[in-house]
Structure formats: C-alpha cells, structure tokens
C-alpha cells in the first residue's frame, strides 16, 4: 500500500513537522490571547506583517535571529493597537481584529512597494538551515522526523511548552486564565484586568509574527504576497481544536500538518491519477472540520472570552 | 482575647462623603471597628452600603472624609491597599472563576505575578489546614464551576482566610443558603471571630443581624442614621429605621381555596445539563390559594417554571388544567389556559433593557391586544402603559423611559401589572423580590395576595424561607426534582423546611404528596 509507505517514511514526518511550525507560533499567540479573554482576529495580518518584516531586516542585513527578533517586535506593536482598541475601549472584538488584519496586510505590500519599487520577483536570503541534534538525530525514523529540523522549529515546540508552563504553574498564568474566565475575580484581588489582557494581546501577537516569519526565514527563503494564506484562520480553528490548552493546540497543528504533507504525496500516486487535485488540495481542511466538530463539542470555552471588562460595572 | 485587646480599633471610617453628579450615595459616614466584634450594616437597596464598602476597597475614591486601618491612614483609589492590609470581602455575587479550581481561585493574585512558581501542594495544604479548622468543608481539588453556592460560598471566606484577613466583610451572605447552611455559616463565624477577626455583616434579613451582631448601623439615603448596640434593640425598631417610617407586613388574610385550576401526577421531566429534571412530582395548585416552593436554587425550579410556563412537556405522569388535559403543550398554550408568569431574572427574561416602559408593558400582549392588521396600536400602548403606572404606582418620568433607567423595584412593578391587569387564573411567580427593598417587597406581596383573592391560583417559588413562610397557604419543598408533601400554613418550623431542603425525609415521603 502507497499510503502506509507514505506513512512509514521519515521525509513525510518531517515534512509535516516542518509544516507544522508556523501554525504552533501563531495558534500559541492566539490560545494567549483567547486564555485572557480577547479574540485576536488580526492573526492573519500579523503574519502576514511578522513574515515581511523579518524577511526584510534579514535582507538588509541583520543576521537571522534579528530578523526573528524583528517580527516579534513588529507583532507586539500591533497587538498593541489591538488591545488598546479591543481591552480599555472594550469594541467589538470582531471589529477590531478583521480592521487590525486589513491594516497590517495593507501596510505590508505598501512598505513592501516603498522599500522594493523595481523587482518584479522579491530579492532571496539565506534562510535557517536544519541542525541535526547530535545522538537523537541518529534514531531510526524519528530522528530525521522530528530532530533535523531547522532551529525556529525547535524554538515553536519549546515555546508551546513554555507557554503551558507559564500558564498552569506560575501566578502569572493564573492570573491570565481568570482574567478569561471572570475578570470580576481577578479585579477583586487588586489586580488590573486591562494590564493583563493588554500584555496577553502584546505577546501573543508577537508569536503570531513569528509564525509569519517563520514561512520567510525557515520554510522559504523569500517573500510572496499571498504566503501566509488563510494560515491565520486555521490558528483560530486549532485553539478551540485545542480545547485552548497549549498541548493538545499542538497536536491539532501537527494533525493538520500531517494532513496537508499527505495530500501532496498522495496526489503523486495511483490515485493522484484519477481524482482530481482541488479534492487533494481540500482534504487538510475537510478533515480539520470534522476533527474540529468531534473534538470541541465538550471543550470548556473561557466564559469572559469576547466580553469587555468594565470597571465598576456587573 | 483581653480586654485591651478588645478595645483595640481595626478600622476607623471618617466622614466620607461620595458624589455621583447631583446623587448623594454616602453623606458624612462615620464608625469605628473593633478587634473581635461584628458590625451589622443595615439598610435598603441604594442606602449606600455597597458604595461604602467600595470605597473601602478603593473602588472609588470619597470626595471628602478618611479611612484608617489598624491606625494607618488607607491611601485613596488602591484596590490593593485594603486587601494587603489585611481585609477580606466575601461578595454577594460571588467572584469566582467556574473553569478553574477551589486552590487556583483562592491563590489568585495573593503572589505577586513575578513569582516564579504557583507550589500547589503546599497551597493546597494551607487550604485543607483552613477549612478543617473552621469547618468549611471543600475539596480544594475540584472545579468551583461543580460546586453548590453554599461550597462557592465557602471557597469566598476560605479566600479570605487564606489572606490572613483580620477583617472581613459579608455582602448578603445567607441570601442564598438553606437554614442550616447559615447556622453552620455562623458557627464558622464565631469561631473567627473568637480569634480575633472583625467582622462587617451587610444584610437586611433582621433575625440574623440581631443573631450574630454586636453593634448595628443603620445606612437610609446613604447617610448613617442610627448606631444601636444589639441587645438593646429589636427588630420592628431596626425595620422602623431601616426605612424611615414604621413599616407593617401586609396581614394575609386566610385562604378561602377552591378547586385545583392545575394539576400535576407522577410528573417526570428530563433535566438540563447540571439542573435536575422533575422525578414523579405531583401537585396541586388551587384556586385562591398560594402555593409556595421552597428548596436551594437548582434543585428542580427551573424545570417546574419551565413545565408550567410550557416550555417543556412532562415525559411521563399527566398533567390537568381547569380539568382536562391540554393538548399540544406550549407557551402560546399555557397562556391560553390562562398561565402568567413572573419570570425570574427580571433583567434577562423580564424585560429588554433598551426598550421603554411602553414597548416593555406589551412584550407579551403586543400581538393580540395592541395590534390590528399587522399594525401596532401605539396610542392603545401608551395608555395601557399609563394605565400601569397609575394602578401599580411605577414611579418613573414617563411612559417613553428606558427601563434600564428604572429602579429594579419599579422594574418588577411594571411586569407585575403587566401580568395581573391580564387577569390571569395561574399565576407563576419566581423569586418575585428577589433585590428589592421592604417597600417594594410589601407591595408585590400584597398584589399577589390580592390576586389570590380574586381567586388565582398562585405558585410562589423563591430561596428566601422568610418570604415562603409569610406569603403562602400551603407549601411544599422541592429537592433533587422531588416535591416534598403538602405541608399547611404554620405546621412546619424553618428548620424543619431546612431538613427537607437538604433532601431529607423524601425516601419515605415523595409518594404520599396529597
């Protein structure tokens, strides 16, 4: 069978994996923003933002990790626009985010325009190369699966761990699952709610950029504009896949990732022959609805998710 | 404790004056809090209590006047500053998160957000330390979204305690537990309070005030206008106080029932999610006649308002009104046959915010009465509004008012006379006063009285036994879906309610109801 050889194979794991990375960073950003209360629907732009802005710095020159740096940067700034809008302001969440997507879309291919006004096909970098971890990269099948990755890839599943370190196990954590559960408790104990729901949004966007720049520095060595391509949305599916913890987030990232490195593969074999290649193409997200649909039915969704927190108010 | 000790003042309030615009809602309020001793904060809905103790937790800032603590002068506008010096609040509406657990509730925010670490175990320890030692039994372990009120209600003084709070503050603290779930409340109090804690109690049931208190203040329009100790007051003074004038229950003359207009046999309904359903209820509702239901909330209410008020069918038994048995059970059938309802959440269910008092007066009717040929009939509306706020004195500016504007006393006002002016037979109310103050609370009791004497049958459904006991004829208790039998105005004592709320004697007795 061509399928359980393409199962078997170490390439279609890594690929996966591989796959994967981008989607990690921005569902963590997002499960951070939803865990606090605030819907982040600029996901998409910020990518988008995240993967020019360090795909540029690097071309001008800053090494790698600078461009990381510099997406993260550019995410954090505006996730701040968004939480001042979406936490002191308390609009419309929807709102807010679908403008913040436009916006930093928008500002991208101008930026894009300004700094490149000539080419007609966007300049090349030297992209992250994979590092294989000594011994580990040596075992049979997960060995060039999962540890001959490049180092963003490494650094999207220590930052999902983190993250759920931070969120479970420190006071900080807490206090930012109860701003999104009843903000009225965290209010209570002296805390702010707006201060820890703006810094949620802040970090949060940031790891969305490097989501984004993740597609420029790590998958590929340039910037298109339609790269990112509805990536941001499918982070918001794989929180509530997630059942907003980081952990399963990340199985359901890798699931949807393992999905889409399947399709190409399959559409190179017998079958490929005869079905058409759209119902390839369509298979992640089919199958990503219905994981979707099973999974989420008993999630326990933040209660104060989208619910704007006023001071003084019941 | 000594008696230097005793003397010792904990907290000292000094002439605080807030404003908000023309609204004066604390005037000149001053008192002194000492070591061990409880404090009863008496008044009516909008006396101020609730701004006071805001202003305690730097809520708000007092336009003039000072608050000391243990001595030191309280810095203005700092919600941290009150809880560090030590005063815990336990919340009328309590300020928990349901997803999270009892240790992660009560740990929020006491380290601060730099901490590295949460150490569950040993918070979880000092938690089970606590709650042994004054009696508030909670796992700390579990989900607070799965507890009972009275477990939330635990969890709130268990917080407290954990702050080491030397002073804390209790908003309507029994409105929402059975008898001896109070009393245990009480002990668990004394206990504190024998060690050293002060306590302020807001409340505006009076036997408890006189129960647990040292020394009542009586808040009316935001000033302090009476200072009693407790063993050389009474409660028809204190009532007297509360409201300025001398204030009468009204006298509920005896029941004169007549037939049963609704009855219900072995009714068995499904339940919802973590509400129970009905398990084989059987009742009677009479004409002129209240019925009153009493039990803790969620133990079945919800599906008996939602069976009459025909939202749902019984799954199995038989259900009659005037008689026969109706066909095709829904709301649009239960109003035909003459149900009215006063809902429970007069916020939610009751009215819509943003409408006026006009288009909140013909919600239900507005398709029958007030409109021809697809057409409302808007002068008819403003009248029957008019009509309304005549004949149930609703005091607003007009019938064009937003009714988020009006006072939640006036609010159940307007739905009152909406309900009766139909001249209904069955009449559902569900926590009728639930927040209002005495006046209002009269006034929905004598209507309903009234109602009964036209010869409605009334069932009355609510927490508050006080208000069960006052108001009805006949009542039963409702626990896990289970009705209680038939018990006769007078026969029963409040503990002995207490008993069946808690569930027990139903082994032997939901099959005998009459």
């Known amino acids: ?314 | 404790m000594t008696q230097k000790e005793k003397a010792q003042v904990v907290l000292r309030l000094d002439g605080i004056t807030k404003r908000f615009g023309p609204v004066t809602a604390n005037e000149d309020v001053s008192f002194a809090l000492h070591r061990g001793e409880v404090i009863a904060l008496l008044g009516e809905n909008g006396a101020g209590k609730t701004t006071l103790m805001n202003i305690l937790f730097g809520q708000y800032t007092a336009d003039e006047g000072s608050v000391e603590l243990f001595g030191q002068p309280l810095p203005a506008g700092d919600p941290r500053a009150a809880l560090d010096a030590g005063v815990g609040m336990v919340h009328q509406h309590f300020t928990l998160a349901g997803n999270l657990t009892v240790w992660e509730n009560i740990v929020l925010g006491v380290d601060a957000l730099s901490t590295a670490s949460l150490k569950p175990a040993a918070a979880k320890a000092r938690i089970r330390a606590l709650s042994e030692r004054f009696h508030l039994k909670v796992d700390p372990g579990a989900k607070v979204g799965r507890l009972t009120v009275g477990e939330r209600q635990r969890v709130e003084i268990l917080k407290a305690l954990y702050r080491d709070a030397k002073i804390l503050i209790l908003d309507e603290p029994t409105a929402v537990l059975t008898p001896q779930e109070a009393d245990a409340l009480f002990a668990t109090l004394r206990e504190a309070i024998a060690s050293g804690l002060s306590v302020i109690f807001i409340s505006h049931k009076l036997h408890e005030v006189m129960a647990i208190s040292d020394r009542v203040l009586v808040l009316r329009h935001g000033r302090l206008v009476a200072e009693r100790a407790t063993t050389d007051t009474h409660g028809e003074e204190l009532a007297a106080l509360m409201v300025g004038a001398e204030v009468s229950a009204p006298s509920i003359a005896p029941a004169n029932p007549g037939a049963p207009l609704l009855t219900l046999r072995d009714v068995t309904t499904p339940g919802a999610g973590s509400a129970p359903g009905l398990a084989r209820v059987s009742l009677d509702l009479r004409a002129g006649q209240i019925t009153g239901l009493a039990g803790v909330s969620g133990n079945g209410q919800a599906a008996l308002s939602d069976l009459i008020s025909g939202l749902i069918a019984p799954a199995s038994g038989s259900m009659e009104l005037h008689g026969a048995s109706p066909k095709g059970w829904s709301p649009r059938a239960a109003i035909a046959n003459g149900v009215a309802r006063i809902p429970e959440d007069r916020h939610k269910t009751g009215t819509i915010a943003d409408f006026d008092l006009t288009e909140n007066a013909i919600l239900e009717t507005y398709a029958t009465r007030f409109s021809s040929r697809g057409w409302l009939d808007w002068s008819g509306a403003r009248a029957f509004a008019q009509k309304l706020i005549a004949g149930y004195d609703i005091r607003c500016p007009g019938p064009d008012i937003r009714i988020r504007l009006l006072s939640g006393g006036n609010m159940q006002k307007l739905i009152l006379g909406r309900v009766l002016e139909g001249a209904p037979d069955i009449i559902l109310a569900n926590q009728p006063v639930r927040g209002l103050d005495i006046g209002a609370v009269n006034y929905v009791h004598e209507q309903l009285a009234k109602a009964r004497d036209r010869g409605a049958a009334v069932l009355l459904i609510s927490e508050d036994l006080d208000e069960i006991m006052r108001l009805s004829d006949v009542i039963h208790v409702i626990s896990e879906g289970r009705l209680s039998p038939e018990f006769a105005r007078g026969t029963m004592r409040p503990e002995d309610l207490g008993r069946w709320m808690a569930g027990e004697g139903f082994e032997k007795g939901h099959t005998d109801a009459a």
Request: charged fraction near 10%.
């Open chain 1, 1 to 314: 069978m061509e399928l359980i050889d393409i199962l078997l194979s170490a390439s279609f794991w890594a690929a996966a994996i591989r796959i994967a990375s981008p989607l990690i960073f921005a569902t963590i950003g997002e499960l951070i923003c939803e865990r606090a209360g605030v819907l982040n629907l600029g996901i998409e732009g910020i990518m988008v933002a995240g993967a020019f802005a360090g795909w540029i710095a690097v071309w001008g020159g800053l090494p790698l990790w600078g461009g990381v740096a510099v997406a993260l940067l550019t995410g954090m700034m505006l996730g701040l626009v968004h939480s001042i809008f979406s936490v002191p302001f308390g609009l419309s969440q929807h709102v807010v985010g679908v403008g913040l997507t436009l916006l930093a879309t928008s500002l991208t291919f101008y930026t894009y325009r300004v700094v490149l006004p000539e080419v007609s096909s966007p300049p090349k970098i030297t992209a992250f190369q994979p590092y294989e971890i000594p011994l580990l990269s040596d075992l049979p099948l997960v060995g060039p699966a999962l540890f001959s990755q490049t180092p963003l890839t490494y650094a999207a599943f220590i930052l999902a761990g983190l993250t759920a370190l931070v969120l479970y196990r420190t006071p900080l954590g807490l206090a930012v699952r109860a701003a999104g559960e009843n903000p009225q408790a965290v209010a209570a104990q002296g805390l702010s709610v707006t201060a820890i729901r703006m810094g949620a949004v802040v970090v949060g966007s940031g790891f969305m950029a490097v989501g984004g720049a993740f597609l420029t520095l790590s998958a590929f060595d340039s910037f298109f504009f339609d790269m990112v391509n509805g990536r941001g949305w499918i982070c918001i599916a794989l929180v509530v896949f997630g059942a907003w913890k980081p952990g399963k987030a990340v199985l359901g990232a890798v699931l949807f990732a393992a999905f889409d490195a399947l399709q190409i593969r399959l559409q190179q074999t017998g079958i490929g022959a005869v079905v058409p290649y759209q119902v390839f193409l369509m298979m992640p997200y089919i199958l990503s609805i219905l994981a979707l649909v099973v999974m989420s039915r008993r999630a326990e969704i933040p209660a104060a998710l989208m619910v704007p927190f006023n001071k003084g108010e019941r």
